[in-house]
């Protein structure tokens, strides 16, 4: 069975920092999705950034980076300049190439501080 | 163009009665899967839709049902409400099934006393 870890339950930064969210999964499977969520209070589920595991390239968005590790079944999260909008809890997610979204298994989540 | 829109925002409800949520995923999106957040348990698949058609469902007791309009908005009942019901109901939709990525809505909290 699919598995994602995250083991930060809460992080802090401080405002301009930069801060690595971390997350390993395990799954059978040689092809599949990894994403990041963010979850901010308004409580929608904005994707961050999405990684397909048959890629080398670490995914970027704009201060948003990934660390793939296939090999380690890592896949952390890197904030740069970070801003107060950043403050969120973060999800990890994996979901098997070709499933439905009910095969999109998500991480207990860390939650994301910013100081000013 | 509107995101996924869901209704109502905030609920409550007591043991033993039913609740009926509402999900319209966005305007050409044909697949709507719904997840139950809590503290606890934390993200949990419920089920999904695609063209009326339930394509898949997760862990979950016959209580909990659901069904898809011919326009993809999405319903969800919980009948027989428990206290352990209450969490967060998010609702995804994609624009066809197994697609990688969904578009959540801002969910709706139900609180069953």
């Known amino acids: 069975a699919q598995t994602v870890t995250q083991s930060q339950p809460e992080m802090s930064v401080q405002e301009a920092e930069t801060v690595t969210l971390s997350c390993t999964y395990d799954?059978?499977?040689?092809?599949?999705?990894l994403f990041w969520y963010k979850q901010p209070p308004s409580r929608q589920m904005i994707l961050v950034i999405r990684q397909e595991a048959y890629k080398q390239q670490n995914a970027t968005e704009n201060r948003f980076s990934v660390n793939f590790q296939k090999a380690a079944k890592s896949f952390s999260l890197k904030i740069s300049d970070s801003q107060l909008g950043d403050a969120a809890m973060y999800f990890c997610a994996s979901m098997n190439y070709g499933g439905s979204q009910g095969n999109l298994i998500f991480g207990k989540g860390t939650k994301l501080s910013v100081k000013p | 163009k509107a995101g996924v829109t869901q209704t109502p925002r905030y609920l409550i409800k007591t043991r033993g009665q039913q609740v009926t949520l509402s999900c319209s995923p966005i305007s050409g999106h044909r697949s709507v899967s719904w997840y139950q957040q809590t503290p606890g348990q934390g993200l949990q698949f419920l089920f999904e839709?695609?063209?009326?058609?339930?394509?898949n469902k997760g862990n979950f007791p016959g209580r909990f049902s659901g069904r898809q309009f011919s326009n993809s908005r999405s319903e969800m009942n919980v009948s027989t409400l428990e206290l352990g019901d209450s969490a967060l109901y998010l609702c995804a939709s994609s624009p066809r099934w197994g697609s990688p990525v969904g578009t959540f809505g801002s969910g709706t909290r139900l609180t069953v006393v």
């Open positions: 839709y695609f063209s009326e058609t339930q394509r």
């Open positions: 799954t059978s499977e040689s092809d599949y999705y």
